[in-house]
């Protein structure tokens, strides 16, 4: 029950947020703080451990980390080399300050040290497990992943992005949340494979703005609005859909070698 409290009140929040543009703050302060402190405390309150949402210092934690580090900051290089290679977008490099460059880099990886450690642990963690105790696990990564991806709409609204290819991000991020839900569930409800992935996403991605200044040759309904670009557009989706299945087929042959994580 408290659970579908917490997740109704992410969707008005959102809904709020996209309606009233003077209250854009609901989403962000509902999705960063409101969320992970409702979800501590349903999950306390169950008397469950801390750690099993998702954070325990297990063996393998920092092979695993590491792992999802080189495998997420190799994705946006992939969505940049092969658009270049199609020739849907160009790229140039953006001259600035060595010094400017520290302070952005050290500002983004503290943003995104937490963001996306309370991401991992709200929609991974505790939605996953929470709603997989009511309903059978795939309809609970699926509901998890949609509700994570919901969080974004209020910025893809403010962005511009018109309500077509906002559809599109949405399918974009729920195949993203389906990967990150799977390197959860096939390490042994670990956070630190998804957690390691989405950092690097996140990073990959803020380091290749910074040093490149990319132009769009394709449509936008391809290569997405460039303020969320690729993930509202069909690249995204097919590209988040081929990545889901090879990580499906990794897991799979892992699992037939008895190599994989329990």
């Not at 009140?9 to 409702?38: H, N, Q, R, Y």
């Not at 505790?126 to 509700?147: E, N, Y």
């Not at 956070?191 to 290749?208: E, K, M, T, V």
């Not at 290569?223 to 069909?234: A, C, D, L, Q, R």
Request: positive net charge; glycine residues 12%.
């Amino acid at each position: 029950m408290f659970t579908l409290v917490l997740a109704f009140m992410a969707l008005i929040a959102v809904v709020l947020a996209v309606a009233f543009p003077s209250l854009a703050w609901l989403s962000p302060l509902t999705f960063v703080l409101l969320l992970p402190l409702g979800a501590i405390w349903i999950w306390r309150r169950d008397g469950r451990a801390f750690a099993d949402l998702g954070y325990r210092l297990s063996a393998g934690w920092l092979r695993r980390l590491a792992a999802g580090l080189v495998f997420g900051l190799v994705i946006p290089v992939l969505f940049t080399v092969v658009p270049v290679l199609g020739g849907w977008i160009t790229v140039a490099p953006r001259t600035e300050s060595p010094g400017d460059f520290v302070l952005y880099l050290l500002l983004t990886m503290l943003k995104m040290f937490f963001i996306v450690g309370i991401e991992e642990l709200v929609f991974r963690g505790f939605f996953i497990q929470t709603l997989g105790r009511k309903i059978p696990l795939a309809p609970a990564v699926i509901l998890a992943s949609l509700l994570w991806a919901t969080g974004h709409i209020a910025s893809m609204a403010a962005s511009g992005i018109p309500a077509g290819q906002i559809a599109i991000g949405m399918i974009t991020f729920i195949f993203w949340g389906v990967a990150l839900s799977m390197g959860f569930l096939k390490t042994g409800k670990s956070l630190w494979l998804p957690y390691g992935i989405h950092f690097g996403i996140n990073i990959g991605s803020s380091l290749l703005g910074w040093f490149l200044i990319t132009t769009p040759n394709a449509p936008q309904w391809w290569m997405g609005h460039p303020s969320f670009m690729p993930e509202t557009g069909w690249i995204g989706v097919i590209g988040w859909g081929i990545l889901v299945l090879g990580m499906h087929a990794c897991f799979a042959v892992l699992a037939r070698k008895g190599l994989r994580e329990k």
